[in-house]
């Protein structure tokens, strides 16, 4: 069965680097999505991405943030300089249908720690 | 804008049933379900729309009150792989996320 896949599963690193995450959605999906969970706290939007240019974003996804997608596979979540508040679950999803009817494919998440 | 789930937590033994309920401050198309496991991704339920139609993968139900802006999962004789938090999701007034409730965590013990 199609999966979204995500690397790396688990990332450590200083406050102020720049981290790079990247997730390959299923093949003949057109939307995609980077989500973020706090632990023990709700999944919170952060970007939509559709036909190579953000769809929409969230108050979270401010300047420190950017979205790529270099070739026709990859998706990238930059964050430029890190904070500790930036420690979190951060998933990936794509979707073959807009949102409001189509289901939402998560992948298994990286978890970023900030130190 | 985000949807308000009730209850925050639920603790079931097996075979016994539970309602979790999601609303809204404004009018919805859709609401969408999502089950998460500990350690492990969302992964989809339903999706109800407004007119009534459904779309989902498991044996459970689900309604959707459009004028209430309301919509409820119904757990019926729950076993253990049920355990997990539930997530509502609806669309916003425009765009192309659904914005989550904060979850609602349930047990099944046996």
């Known amino acids: 069965e199609p999966e979204v896949t995500q690397t790396p599963s688990h990332q450590v690193t200083q406050m102020g680097q720049e981290v790079i995450l990247r997730c390959v959605p299923i093949?003949?999906?057109?939307?995609f999505y980077w989500y973020r969970q706090i632990l023990g706290q709700k999944v919170e939007f952060l970007v939509s991405f559709y036909n190579n240019e953000i769809s929409e974003k969230s108050e979270i996804f401010d300047d420190q943030f950017s979205v790529e997608r270099p070739d026709g596979s990859n998706f990238t979540l930059k964050i430029r300089s890190t904070k500790l508040e930036d420690s979190a679950m951060y998933f990936c999803?794509?979707?073959?249908?807009?949102?409001?009817?189509?289901?939402?494919?998560f992948g298994e998440g990286s978890r970023l720690t900030v130190l | 804008q985000q949807p308000v789930q009730s209850p925050q937590a639920v603790i079931l033994r097996e075979g016994e049933d539970a309602v979790i309920n999601c609303s809204s401050s404004?009018?919805?198309?859709?609401v969408h379900w999502y089950r998460q496991k500990h350690g492990e991704a969302p992964v989809f339920l339903m999706i109800l729309l407004k007119g009534g139609e459904q779309k989902g993968h498991e044996k459970i139900s689900a309604s959707f009150n459009e004028k209430k802006q309301q919509s409820s999962l119904y757990l019926t004789a729950s076993q253990l792989s049920y355990s997990g938090t539930y997530f509502c999701g609806t669309p916003p007034n425009s765009g192309y996320a659904l914005n989550f409730g904060k979850g609602t965590s349930l047990l099944v013990t046996p």
């Open positions: 404004k009018a919805l198309y859709s």
């Open positions: 093949s003949n999906h057109l939307y």
């Open positions: 999803a794509s979707s073959s249908e807009l949102y409001i009817t189509g289901e939402l494919f």
